[in-house]
């Protein structure tokens, strides 16, 4: 079979993330996924090779999780088949001199904002540089996506809050009667 790789770039201070204490992350990822890692760390370049395709991506999404300031535990959620990560490019939704403001508005005083948004769709966030990272179910980020999305477009907390609390008691009728259906239905 041929051998197939990915290159990537991380930020600088991201490097050691990855490679971890004694190098225990990069080997987790490397026995996790079938794969081999390069990392030259004077660069931030990675090269991930390997002959399955499917674990081939898996790490490197796991590795473009880290690189988005997630930390290793949270991104080998991305290992899992229903999981999946979305970058949402703050700048897309502001100017320079609004950057930091309107970043603060997805972090929140003391982080709250941020909390808030993971509780209510069970998603995982990341504010690194000039993206916000969430990982999560494929259905949980897309909403997570979507408050994020309205509060860098201006949208008032509250508003959003309530938004996505309705949206979650949807989902869980949605699962319940999911459920019922498939009890009642053998």
Same mark, same amino acid.
């Given at each position: 079979?041929?051998?197939?790789? *990915?290159?990537?770039?991380?930020?600088?201070?991201?490097?050691?993330?990855?490679?971890?204490?004694?190098?225990?992350?990069?080997?987790?990822?490397?026995?996790?996924?079938?794969?081999?890692?390069?990392?030259?760390?004077?660069?931030?370049?990675?090269?991930?090779?390997?002959?399955?395709?499917?674990?081939? *991506?898996?790490?490197?999404?796991?590795?473009?999780?880290?690189?988005?300031?997630?930390?290793?535990?949270?991104?080998?959620?991305?290992?899992?088949?229903?999981?999946?990560?979305?970058?949402?490019?703050?700048?897309?939704?502001?100017?320079?001199?609004?950057?930091?403001?309107?970043?603060?508005?997805?972090?929140?005083?003391?982080?709250?904002?941020?909390?808030?948004?993971?509780?209510?769709?069970?998603?995982?966030?990341?504010? *690194?540089?000039?993206?916000?990272?969430?990982?999560?179910?494929?259905?949980?980020?897309?909403?997570?996506?979507?408050?994020?999305?309205?509060?860098?477009?201006?949208?008032?907390?509250?508003?959003?809050?309530?938004?996505?609390?309705?949206?979650?008691?949807?989902?869980?009728?949605?699962?319940?009667?999911?459920?019922?259906?498939?009890? *009642?239905?053998?």
């Amino acid at each position: 079979m041929a051998e197939l790789s *990915y290159e990537l770039k991380l930020p600088q201070d991201r490097i050691a993330v990855l490679i971890g204490v004694k190098g225990e992350i990069k080997k987790g990822i490397e026995e996790a996924t079938a794969t081999k890692l390069e990392i030259d760390s004077k660069e931030g370049d990675v090269t991930i090779t390997g002959e399955d395709a499917i674990k081939l *991506y898996a790490a490197k999404e796991l590795i473009r999780a880290i690189g988005r300031g997630f930390n290793p535990d949270i991104a080998q959620l991305l290992l899992k088949q229903d999981y999946c990560m979305e970058a949402v490019r703050i700048d897309d939704f502001t100017n320079k001199s609004q950057f930091q403001r309107v970043k603060g508005r997805i972090i929140g005083r003391a982080g709250r904002a941020r909390k808030n948004i993971e509780e209510l769709t069970d998603t995982n966030i990341s504010v *690194y540089g000039k993206t916000v990272g969430i990982i999560g179910t494929a259905e949980n980020t897309a909403l997570a996506r979507k408050a994020v999305e309205s509060l860098l477009s201006g949208s008032m907390h509250s508003t959003v809050y309530k938004w996505l609390s309705k949206k979650r008691k949807e989902l869980k009728i949605r699962e319940f009667e999911a459920g019922m259906n498939g009890k *009642y239905s053998r």
